[in-house]
């Protein structure tokens, strides 16, 4: 239920965000900005408040490998469907957001965030 809550609010930053940023930039440039943003934001609050797990260099490690893969899969459909789609830019970003997440959880879980320490 957190990790949902927590994926909802990052969710809607990354939408945000998005909108601020393409007013400046190309949207394919502002939505890999957000992802930029979004790495930090998800970190601390997963690590927080999801996993209980305390802050450090080592799981900001294996965070930041493991969410650069989820974040080329969803940067990469948020690109493929805004160029090859009539979707709006809402809706690119929420099914990219969707694939990416069904993934991201039990990775983060079991890869990042195990009970056991590293």
């Known amino acids: 239920m957190i990790f949902s ?3 909802g609010f990052v969710l809607i930053s990354k939408i945000l965000f998005n909108e601020l940023f ?3 930039c190309p949207l394919e440039f502002s939505y890999f900005l957000v992802h930029i943003l979004i790495l930090f934001e998800s970190y601390f ?7 209980k797990q305390k802050m450090g ?7 930041s490998a493991l969410a ?10 948020y690109i493929l469907m805004l160029h090859k ?3 709006s830019v ?4 929420l099914v990219a957001s969707a694939i990416a997440t069904i993934f991201r959880y039990v990775s983060f879980k079991h890869f ?7």
């Open 5 to 7: 809550t927590i994926g």
């Open 22 to 24: 393409r007013i400046f």
């Open 45 to 51: 609050l997963h690590s927080k408040k999801t996993f």
């Open 57 to 63: 260099i080592s799981p900001f490690a294996k965070y």
């Open 68 to 77: 650069m893969v989820f974040k080329v899969l969803d940067y990469g459909v």
């Open 85 to 87: 789609t009539d979707f």
């Open 90 to 93: 809402l809706v690119c970003i």
């Open 112 to 118: 990042v965030f195990s009970k056991k320490e590293s």
